[in-house]
């Protein structure tokens, strides 16, 4: 047995009186599809956030590659192979699609012709090479989603973190963004995915984990998970 990619150990998240987080211990494992999953304002999100070090724990820690990263600023997670797109899309909307990417790949080299050619390998990969030279902000949103997952790949990560990149496509564009996933999985990257709608994310995830008030409330094969009585009912409390 070979240690997990990323675990999660008690991991607290405090707003105020609000827990958003409430003694989360998660694992991925190298090479896996792993689908967070759970009505509105489980904590998905926020757990994510916490990964990326986007926010300090409350409390517990992350434990990244054999690393505790608890400590360490997003910055310095992200040179260590965490990439996460966020659920609110951040494109640089006045800067051209070629030039969002740079900004990823220049985490990993200063010089800007070696920036430049990963960053058309990596839109390439994503169907966006045509709109290289396009403003982000002429886009379709299904591209916008695109854009945000091939910013995080030129980071060259071990684990990406999709927040409901699919959320709100047509199937058509769901379909590709499915392939996309796959295909990014294929090239060696661990996927840990939330998705609000179950039908999106099922069939593509080795095991899912549903969050429900801020806690995991159950985990295992997409399969078992979409039967539990306990992720039947959170969702129909939606
Ligand atoms: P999800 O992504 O599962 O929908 P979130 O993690 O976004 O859920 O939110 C979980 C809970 O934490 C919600 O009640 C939300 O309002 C709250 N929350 C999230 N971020 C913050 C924040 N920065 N400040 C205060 N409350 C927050
Ligand atoms: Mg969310």
Redesign the pocket.
Known sequence: MTAPLLETRGVW?R??G?I??SDVSISVDRGEIVGLI??????????F?LIAGV?PPTQGSIIFDGEDVTKLPATARCARGIARTF?VVKSFESMTVIDNVIVGALIRTTVMREARRKAHEVLAFCGLDARADVLANQLIPSEKRRLEVARALATEPKLLLL?EVLTGLTPTEAQTGVELVRRVRDTGVTVLM?E?VMEIVMPLVDRAIV?DL?KVLVEGKPADVVRDPKVITAYLGD
């Open positions: 998240q707003f105020g609000l958003a987080n759970g009505p509105n304002g489980a904590g998905k999100s926020t757990l956030n926010l659920q927040d939330v609000h969050l801020g």
